[in-house]
């Protein structure tokens, strides 16, 4: 299966092109803005790299999210662009997925015994949190990507070992109730990359078959918007 | 050779995808409106916005080709609103232009919406240049002196509110409805113009600008005046009083830019009206005295591509691909974006003109 995958969440944009889960070609660059200008040229380029056309490609594969909104939006109107313009299937896949996927087996990191638990800094107090425990694969995944008030993050961890991974890792140290034996932050990539979306796609369409519905992006969080008289729907 | 084109539009609550050939055959047009998202907030919310997009755009586009019974490598090229709209919306279908024509080896032609409504008579009606245009919408009132395909000079725009901006707005303070401009538009078919004596702003300056929000404060006051039990009648009478005073500045200051615009191209007694107030009927007739009185040709697009549409942006991106006016991949979405700046002018900052 050929397949081209991308992932713009948050301050990086990287592009990856898969070949019978070899990786052909791996495109990456730190970006805090600009991915709607920079990811179109970085997929020409890898698909170049990787010596195939559009044609070739049997899967789309992108990050649905959280992440910042632009970006989530950028690459999911990149793959359904592409989807509708090839008739290409596009799987959708988790930006905390793909984190805890890179964490579990790109050895940057021996993570041990410990579950993985995913925390993204989502900016106004809030953190982006997914839980992995050790046992229990990446896809399906266990439990859900959830929202969480920082200094409640204490809720959700494990009772186990534990290893934190995302951009909200350190930050999380801090909180109460984080700083205890058997809780750290590792080492691994605090962003999701498109290797790992690439990679965790593969699995899904394993396990579920080819997606027949476009993905959509997975928000945690309602649009602003005020209704007269300042209530919220 | 006949031309084909794929359109996109997602600058503000609509969704659109749209294929036009060069020769002026609209192969398909789809529409997908927000206004029920939008509707509790009585505006366009940019964020609701920015996700109603996203979920239907491609499904949308592949309708339209499918319509057109087109396949993508049938197209010639891309074209999709760049802005000016709201950001977030206009960055998705950007996006997924250039991706369909990365994934197709396609041109693109990222547009200026404004170009594409001042362009929509030439699609519809076979408009020569030069004429001069009146873009009368939500976002946008201003009076342009158009000469070619990137040649545009405005003459005049609106200090505060945009023409439709001030129909809602004037709906919102009667508890109408969303959007505002049709149902004013209606309620002041049975209602009496004469009852509400309200300003006409502007009108008589020696330029060709608007503002409206003068005249918003007075239906406000005129609304205080009835107290609190206006009933239907009443509201009637102020939805005519208002619209007949946004006819008499509309006139008035199409009027001057008429004079002005026939002084730098003598015989070109042509004027264009686009964008959603286009679709207001009794403007129209309004603005049809004065081109009655001064000869002028008076042109308005049907309704349907007065508002925002993709059939527009499509043409505007087929006369554009004949003279090789292509994008780049790198090109941005921009919330701001004067029309005049396309041919190399530049807004000045602070001058209290709105794109």
């Known amino acids: 299966m050929n397949i081209l995958s991308f992932d713009t969440t948050l301050n990086r944009c990287s592009v990856a092109v898969l070949a019978a889960g070899q990786v052909l070609a791996h495109k990456f660059q730190v970006l805090q803005r600009g991915h709607a200008e920079a990811l179109m040229p970085m997929i020409s380029d890898a698909m170049e790299m990787a010596d195939l056309t559009f044609s070739d490609l049997d899967l789309i594969a992108v990050t649905t999210g959280p992440g910042t909104f632009t970006g989530q939006r950028v690459g999911l109107s990149a793959a359904r662009g592409i989807g509708v313009a090839r008739s290409l299937p596009v799987q959708g896949v988790g930006s905390l997925s793909a984190i805890a996927y890179a964490a579990r087996n790109d050895g940057h990191d021996n993570l041990g015994d410990g579950d993985i638990l995913v925390v993204l800094d989502a900016r106004r107090e809030q953190f982006y949190v997914q839980h992995f425990p050790a046992d229990m694969p990446i896809y399906p995944a266990a439990y859900l990507p959830q929202a969480v008030a920082t200094n409640e993050l204490a809720d959700l961890l494990p009772e186990k070992t534990c290893v ?55 928000y945690l969080r309602a649009p602003d918007a005020k209704l007269p008289g300042g209530r919220t729907l | 050779m006949t031309q084909i084109v794929l359109g996109i539009e997602s600058s503000c609550d609509e969704t659109a995808a749209a294929v036009v050939d060069s020769e002026r055959n609209i192969l398909s047009n789809v529409v997908l409106s927000q206004i029920e998202e939008h509707a509790p907030y009585g505006g366009v919310v940019p964020e609701i916005a920015a996700r109603a997009h996203i979920d239907h755009l491609d499904r949308l586009i592949a309708e339209a080709m499918a319509e057109a019974r087109v396949d993508f490598d049938d197209l010639d090229a891309v074209a999709a609103t760049a802005g000016p709209g709201l950001i977030g919306g206009v960055m998705i279908g950007l996006v997924t232009a250039k991706a369909i024509c990365t994934a197709r080896d396609k041109p693109l032609i990222g547009l ?72 004013v538009e209606i309620a002041a078919r049975k209602g009496d113009a004469s009852r509400f004596k309200l300003p006409r702003p502007m009108k008589g300056r020696d330029n060709c600008d608007f503002s409206f929000s003068g005249l918003k404060t007075a239906v406000r006051r005129a609304l205080d005046s009835i107290g609190d039990q206006a009933n239907d009648q009443d509201h009637a009478d102020l939805c005519a009083s208002f619209q007949a005073a946004v006819g008499d500045v509309l006139a008035d200051r199409t009027k001057r830019a008429m004079g002005l615009f026939e002084e730098q191209h003598p015989g070109a007694r042509r004027l264009v009206i686009a964008g959603g107030v286009a679709a207001n009927k009794a403007i129209g007739e309004r603005l049809s005295t004065i081109t009655d009185r001064s000869g002028f040709d008076l042109i308005v697009p049907p309704p349907g591509l007065c508002t925002d549409n993709a059939a527009m942006v499509a043409w505007a991106g087929l006369e554009r691909l004949k003279l090789g006016l292509t994008s780049d991949m790198t090109i941005s979405a921009r919330a701001r974006w004067p029309l005049d700046s396309l041919a190399g002018a530049t807004d000045k900052p602070f001058t209290g003109a709105k794109a």
């Not at chain 2, 594409?116 to 342009?144: E, I, K, M």
């Open chain 1, 164 to 218: 934190l991974v995302g951009t909200g890792a350190g930050m999380a140290m801090e909180m109460p109730g984080l700083n205890r034996p058997g809780v750290r932050a590792t080492s691994s990539p605090p962003e999701a990359d498109a290797v790992a979306v690439a990679e965790l796609a593969i699995l899904m369409v394993d396990r579920d078959g080819l997606p027949t519905v476009p993905p959509a992006p997975l």
């Open chain 2, 112 to 183: 200026n919406h404004l170009e594409a409504h001042a362009l929509t008579a030439r699609l519809t009606n076979d408009v020569a240049f030069p004429y001069l245009l009146l873009l009368v919408s939500g976002g946008h009132c201003q009076l342009v002196s158009v000469t070619g395909v990137n040649q545009y000079k405005r003459l005049g725009t609106t200090l505060d509110d945009a023409v439709g901006e001030a129909f809602d707005k004037a709906a919102k303070m009667m508890g109408l409805g969303y959007p505002g401009g049709p149902l």
